[in-house]
Nanobody
Framework: QVQLVESGGGLVQPGGSLRLSCAAS????????MGWDRQAPGKERELVAT???????NYADSVKGRFTISRDAARNTVYLQMNSLKPEDTAVYYC?????????WGQGTQVTVSS
C-alpha cells in the first residue's frame, strides 16, 4: 500500500518558477526510484525526471538545464524545482514511485504556464 500526495502546482507566467513536492507513505522499500511524469491535453504521458535511492538523477531533454529533481530519503519526499517555465510545460504533473518493478502514481497537480 503506497500513497503519493503532490503539492505546489499552479499558474505562473513564462519565465517563472514553481516547486513541486511529493510525499510518499506506506510500504516504501529502501531501493526505489521516484520521479515526475506529465501529461498535456491530447498528448501521451511523458517522463520528466527521475531520481534513485542513491540520488542518481535523469531528465527529459526538454527540461534539462531548467528543472532540478531532489529527494529527502528520510521523509520519502521528492521535489521538482522548475525554472524558466515555458507554455509547453503546461500539463498535469504526476509523482511516481517505482519499486520492485511496480509503478504507483499520485493524483497529479496542474501546472499552467501562461501570460
Amino acid at each position: 500500500q503506497v500513497q503519493l500526495v503532490e503539492s505546489g502546482g499552479g499558474l505562473v507566467q513564462p519565465g517563472g518558477s514553481l516547486r513541486l513536492s511529493c510525499a510518499a507513505s506506506g510500504s516504501i522499500f529502501r531501493l526505489n526510484t521516484m520521479g515526475w511524469d506529465r501529461q498535456a491535453p491530447g498528448k501521451e504521458r511523458e517522463l520528466v525526471a527521475t531520481i534513485t535511492s542513491s540520488n542518481s538523477a535523469n531528465y527529459a531533454d526538454s527540461v534539462k538545464g531548467r528543472f532540478t529533481i531532489s529527494r529527502d530519503a528520510a521523509r520519502n519526499t521528492v521535489y521538482l524545482q522548475m525554472n524558466s517555465l515555458k507554455p509547453e510545460d503546461t500539463a498535469v504533473y504526476y509523482c511516481r514511485l517505482t519499486q520492485v518493478a511496480t509503478n504507483t502514481w499520485g493524483q497529479g497537480t496542474q501546472v499552467t504556464v501562461s501570460s
